[in-house]
T-cell receptor, first 113, second 111 residues
Framework: KAGVTQTPRYLIKTRGQQVTLSCSPISGHRSVSWYQQTPGQGLQFLFEYFSETQRNKGNFPGRFSGRQFSNSRSEMNVSTLELGDSALYLC????????????FGPGTRLTVT | GENVEQHPSTLSVQEGDSAVIKCTYSDSASNYFPWYKQELGKRPQLIIDIRSNVGEKKDQRIAVTLNKTAKHFSLHITETQPEDSAVYFCAASAGAQKLVFGQGTRLTINP
């Protein structure tokens, strides 16, 4: 099976702009979770989608949002970008249920200038 | 909320020796504990996991132990090799797909 894919791999944006990141899970997996990785805060959970519904949410401001499509592909959106949003954004694919192994994509490196 | 503490933050061992990384968690409802290895510039890779109904699990040179009473779990790597050099993350989940990660341990294997 193909692994988890994320697009784009690299992105440079300016403060105040918005950005959309995409994640395609492993075929047959219905759960997609998003994480932010920074040197200072480590890996932090953003949210999880299962069958097009958000099931869990982390402690991030409302500028961070996401959605999932019927084919399980997921997008996350960050509006009004701040310098502190610069990070590696990772999505993880899982069969769903609770809890199953999560497999990470390569990530999107977002730089906000 | 759930908190996971991981120690040490850096670990250097001689090739062939063993390495041990320890984590503690705060939420007694946590029931799933995966370990990830992340090499520089690469994605976190699931290397082993353990569930709360098991005390120990082994996969070749890697083993994980869980002490539910003390809320501790540990990763043991035996006969270390240079390719084991990476950052290792522990995580805990309380019955959902939300993983709470430790801060990571940078493991260096010296030849």
């Amino acid at each position: 099976k193909a692994g988890v894919t994320q697009t784009p791999r690299y992105l440079i944006k300016t403060r105040g702009q918005q950005v959309t990141l995409s994640c395609s899970p492993i075929s047959g997996h219905r759960s997609v979770s998003w994480y932010q990785q920074t040197p200072g805060q480590g890996l932090q959970f953003l949210f999880e989608y299962f069958s097009e519904t958000q099931r869990n949410k982390g402690n991030f401001p409302g500028r961070f949002s996401g959605r999932q499509f019927s084919n399980s592909r997921s997008e996350m959106n960050v509006s009004t970008l701040e310098l502190g949003d610069s990070a590696l954004y990772l999505c993880a694919s899982s069969q769903g249920g609770a809890p199953y192994e999560q497999y990470f994509g390569p990530g999107t490196r977002l730089t906000v200038t | 909320g759930e908190n996971v503490e991981q120690h040490p933050s850096t670990l250097s061992v001689q090739e062939g020796d063993s390495a041990v990384i320890k984590c503690t968690y705060s939420d007694s409802a946590s029931n799933y504990f995966p370990w990830y290895k992340q090499e520089l510039g690469k994605r976190p890779q699931l290397i082993i996991d353990i569930r709360s109904n098991v005390g120990e699990k082994k996969d070749q040179r890697i083993a994980v132990t869980l002490n539910k009473t003390a809320k501790h779990f540990s990763l043991h790597i035996t006969e270390t090799q240079p390719e084991d050099s990476a950052v290792y993350f522990c995580a805990a989940s309380a019955g959902a797909q939300k993983l709470v990660f430790g801060q990571g341990t940078r493991l260096t294997i010296n030849p």
